[in-house]
């Protein structure tokens, strides 16, 4: 049986907490092990199960991976004799993509199983497919198999239909490698990507414009190895910051940039959550009920997808109306029907769904979806009157480390309920 957490609401938050580094960061970073024999010492790494599959993938490719204290993880790929990413491990996880660039670039090819992971949309891998064949690589797809071949990438200008991170993180460890000078048009820019490119710099690369629409790679012979901090998971604190404004109260989030939250600071201000930030830490406050703050998402710096569903949980019971219209992925309101069942007030038109807010919300058996959907059931659970029980959180570990252990460190009644006491 499947853990759930039980969340009995009403308990305003009170306290601090530790961010932990960023999943969106760490996938890429870890797959950024392919491209050298040597090396990476890689901090601040966060325990989730999409790590932890990420480096089971890359442990069946021959990569020897050492986990120690602290989030550090020490990665060498210099006894490489697997070429391929199984079904078995792709199917869970989206990311798993990102060894295809890479491979073909450090080793001449790379067999990738078509995606499965959350049922978020489409995401198609066509903009990776498309910006690969433009390096040279000798593309096609069989029985289920991305194929890729090149001797050795050449450096090519390459403009992604869409803004796509994946694919930008992609395409820049495929070009680092490389023969001559690759732009990448239309790149991502979120701080995910700069990330990346830091630590690449760091084992050697040559890469300008990174944080940009224009990123420019001139290709090297070889990398070497590196140390890197991961950076701070801005998802997990945006969560906790529309807990805090949800629920009421007054909390510390320790070891997190605040530059890099952006829009996500500015809707959570316009909502009246008191806002104060330092170097490496944010303070949020709030003593009112929320405002209901209207937004559209759309690529960094816009008002990041992942954070959609969980402000919609903070507008649910916010003073007034708001519109939230969803521009990334297309079936991305799968929580609201399970945020309805808990009282809250919400239509659905299109991509665009019109929140109502309702002065509480009463707590409900409600099911996970997709990762974010399921922090937003935890948000509404802590704002909500009487016990919510949230299924399916396995959704939940994919991209929270420990989060009921920090919740509860800020007085928040949360359970987790395992299969045996289920039973």
């Known amino acids: ?35 050298t024999a040597d090396a990476l010492t890689l901090s601040n790494v966060p325990h989730l199960n999409d790590t932890a ?15 120690g204290a602290d989030g550090v993880v020490t990665l060498q790929a210099d006894k490489v004799d697997n070429l391929e990413a199984p079904y078995d491990l792709v199917k869970t996880m989206r990311a798993s993509i990102l060894v295809l660039g890479p491979l073909v670039a450090r ?32 593309i096609s797809i069989e029985h289920g198999f991305v194929i890729a071949r090149a001797k050795r990438l050449k450096g090519a200008s390459v403009r992604t239909d869409m803004v796509t991170v994946t694919g930008t993180e992609n395409l820049l460890m495929a070009a680092v490698l490389a023969e001559g000078r ?52 801005r998802i997990e604190a945006g969560t906790f910051l529309c807990a805090v404004g949800a629920a009421g109260g007054d909390i510390v989030l320790r070891n997190v940039d605040a530059g890099i939250l952006g829009a996500t600071l500015d809707k959570l201000a316009e909502a009246g959550l008191a806002i104060e930030t330092g ?72 991509h665009t769904a019109t929140v109502r807010g309702v002065r509480t919300l009463s707590g409900a058996t409600v099911m996970a979806t997709d990762l974010r959907a399921s922090a937003s059931l935890v948000i509404a659970g802590l704002a909500a009157e009487g016990e919510t029980l949230v299924d399916r959180i ?30």
């Open 107 to 138: 080793f001449g090819e790379a067999r990738v199983s078509l995606p499965g992971g959350c049922s978020i949309g489409q995401r198609p891998v066509d903009q990776h497919i498309k910006g690969l064949a433009a390096l040279g690589a000798e």
């Open 182 to 233: 690759t732009v990448l048009e239309n790149a991502a820019r979120e701080p995910e990507v700069v990330d990346l490119a830091e630590l690449l710099i760091k084992m050697g690369a040559r890469i300008q414009g990174h944080g940009t629409e224009r990123i420019v790679i001139d290709g090297v012979d070889r990398l070497h190895g590196a140390e890197h901090r991961v950076i701070s998971d």
């Open 394 to 423: 396995y959704h939940l570990d994919r991209g929270y480390d420990q989060m009921e252990v920090k919740l509860r460190a800020l007085g928040a009644n949360v359970q987790r309920v395992t299969g045996k006491e289920q039973a």
């Open 53 to 67: 599959t990420m480096l089971r993938l890359l442990g069946r490719m021959g990569v020897h991976a050492e986990r």
């Open 279 to 350: 170097p490496d830490w944010i303070r949020g406050a709030m003593s009112s009920r929320p405002r209901a703050v209207g937004f559209r998402t759309l690529e960094y710096p816009g008002f990041a997808t992942d954070m959609q569903a969980q402000v919609m949980a903070l507008n649910a019971v916010a003073d007034g109306t708001s519109v939230i219209e969803e521009t990334i992925f297309e079936n991305r309101y799968m929580h609201v029907q399970e945020l309805r069942r808990m009282g809250a007030d919400i239509d659905i038109d299109g």
């Open 1 to 35: 049986m499947m853990d759930k957490l039980r969340i009995t609401g009403g308990s305003r938050l009170h306290g601090e907490i530790s961010i932990s580094g960023a999943k969106n960061s760490a996938l890429p970073i870890l797959c950024a092990s392919l491209l």
